[in-house]
């Protein structure tokens, strides 16, 4: 793998992101990625694509000096598996603390719970949105606009972004529970384990919320959600090619307002994938047909730990 240093640009644009570092993954079409902790405690960053049902990761490392080792799981094979070994359509990774990776397939809207370890799916989740409105029915059009990212919420709980026609998060969980919402810090807690029955199931939307004029306006559509270490969700835009802070989500789904936004500077490519770094600085992964220089580093930390937030 190669990282390659990049000159900044516009420094005194604070609301502008530029990017700092551009590193090779392995995947073609790279569609979503993460940041794991294993069972030894050590941090990894993972990336999937679209296109094969393969996730690969690499051990970070404690300086830029240090080559970049990436390592491949063929998920399509672990044991009780309904993911198909070529374009499986996995649109978005996340993972709990106890090392647990959770990947959403687009089609049909689902996500699997894996054990990299045990090489075995724990739970196959199908994800329904129940009723008649423009949402559901998009929902349940094969052809329409499904989930593009997702984080993980305490009590078994799950937020996924639904790309665009029209673009909303959505709360899911299991059939008779009660939506949570989101405030800041209330995300799956670092070190926990997401609580969920094993084999095949059913989660069913329990909230709905729509973009603000002002989300609208700075995201396009959703690509992807994470949680920084400041506590706060986050959403990634390829159109817009942004990134916005979302203010607290309210129980039983309402709107989605814009906290803040910030614009990618010089991105090839189409922004898919975000996480963050300890340290608040945003990383994202490029949908690229080559797997050459689509994962980029973005300066400066917006995202930083303990940070007030208006």
Same mark, same amino acid.
């Given at each position: 793998?190669? @990282?390659?240093?990049?000159? *900044? ?38 990336? !999937? ?25 063929? !998920? ?82 799950? =937020? ?5 026609? *029209? ?27 997401? !609580? ?54 309210? *129980? ?21 994938? =975000? ?21 980029? @580093? ?13």
């Amino acid at each position: 793998s190669e @990282l390659t240093r990049m000159p *900044p640009t516009n420094p005194d644009k604070h609301d502008r992101l530029r990017i700092s570092r551009v590193v090779d993954v392995p995947l073609r079409e790279v569609s979503g990625i993460c940041l794991r902790r294993g069972r030894d405690r050590q941090m990894s960053l993972l990336a !999937v694509g679209d296109r094969a049902a393969k996730v690969v990761w690499i051990s970070l490392p404690e300086s830029d000096d240090e080559s970049l080792d990436w390592q491949t799981k063929n !998920v399509g094979t672990f044991t009780d598996s309904d993911l198909a070994g070529d374009d499986p359509q996995i649109e978005a990774v996340c993972a709990d603390g106890a090392g647990r990776v959770l990947l959403l397939q687009e089609w049909p809207p689902r996500v699997e719970l894996v054990d990299f370890e045990m090489s075995q799916t724990l739970a196959s989740i199908e994800l329904h949105v129940e009723g008649n409105d423009e949402i559901a029915v998009s929902w349940a059009d094969p052809a329409g606009s499904h989930g593009e990212g997702m984080v993980l919420l305490p009590g078994g709980h799950l =937020l996924v972004a639904k790309e665009k026609d *029209p673009a909303a998060l959505i709360e899911f969980g299991p059939p008779g529970s009660r939506s949570q919402g989101f405030t800041r810090g209330g995300a799956l807690a670092a070190g926990d384990r997401w !609580v969920v029955a094993k084999g095949k199931q059913e989660f069913v939307g329990l909230a709905t919320w729509l973009p603000g004029r002002a989300l609208a306006k700075a995201c396009k559509d959703f690509s992807d959600l994470e949680i920084g270490p400041d506590g706060c969700l986050y959403l990634l835009s390829d159109q817009s090619e942004s990134i916005a802070r979302i203010d607290d989500l309210s *129980p039983g789904g309402g709107t989605a307002a814009l906290g803040a936004v910030w614009r990618l500077e010089n991105i090839e490519g189409k922004p898919e994938g =975000l996480a963050f770094t300890a340290e608040g600085r945003a990383v994202v992964a490029l949908d690229k047909r080559k797997t050459r220089k689509n994962l980029v @580093l973005l300066n400066p930390p917006i995202a930083t730990a303990n940070a007030a937030q208006p």
